[in-house]
């Protein structure tokens, strides 16, 4: 039996790190072989399935909603409450934050919630509208901020992340 190739491989609903385990799951979701999207020479470099399922990999790409098969890293390349504020997004209404704002977490040493700023409209059912600021830790005594605009449902919640206040507020206009 040759050897798996390794690399990352999508199929409906999976992303495996071997072509062989891409061949199993592709049966279960019924993806056809052909229809399998196949990156060669690359590795996962965090994997998270605490909400949202999410994996970052060494050629910089972000993959969301796939369930995760294969061997995960060791050790993430992401601190831990980045990795932790990035599954609270993916888990939620709003899906992974857009590509500007990954591409700044993943230089992240770290990210605390700051203040809450009040929203006029009271929406919401389980968790009232709010924005929550963060900072964000990007090393060598730099930080920068960055806004999410949150409001639970009872059927999920929305976590929009921004890096104005201004763009955050536009949720609840």
């Given at each position: 039996?040759?050897?798996?190739k ?5 199929t ?6 071997t072509e062989d385990e891409?061949e ?13 999207k ?16 999410w ?9 969301d909603?796939?369930t995760f098969?294969?061997?995960k890293p ?5 601190a831990?409450?980045v990795?932790?504020f ?11 934050p857009?590509?500007r704002?990954?591409n ?10 700051g ?5 006029a ?6 968790a ?9 830790d ?11 605009a ?7 919640y929305?976590?929009?992340?921004e890096?104005t206040?201004e763009?955050a507020?536009r949720?609840?206009?």
């Open positions: 039996m040759a050897k798996s390794h690399g990352r491989f999508l409906r609903w999976y992303i495996a790190t891409a199993r799951m592709a049966a279960l979701d019924h993806t056809p072989l052909d229809e399998i196949k990156t060669y020479k690359v590795k996962p470099l965090c994997v998270s399935v605490k909400f949202g399922n994996s970052y990999w060494s050629d910089g790409i972000w993959i909603g796939h098969v294969g061997e060791t050790n993430c390349v992401i831990k409450s990795c932790d990035i599954s609270n997004a993916a888990g939620s209404d709003s899906g992974i857009s590509k704002i990954l700044i977490l993943v230089k992240a040493k770290g990210i605390t919630e203040i809450e700023h009040p929203v409209k009271g929406r919401g059912s389980y009232r509208a709010r924005i929550e600021e963060y900072d964000v990007m090393g060598e005594k730099k930080q920068i901020k960055l806004f999410v949150t409001v639970g449902y009872s059927e999920g929305l976590f929009e992340v890096r206040l763009d507020m949720y609840f206009r």
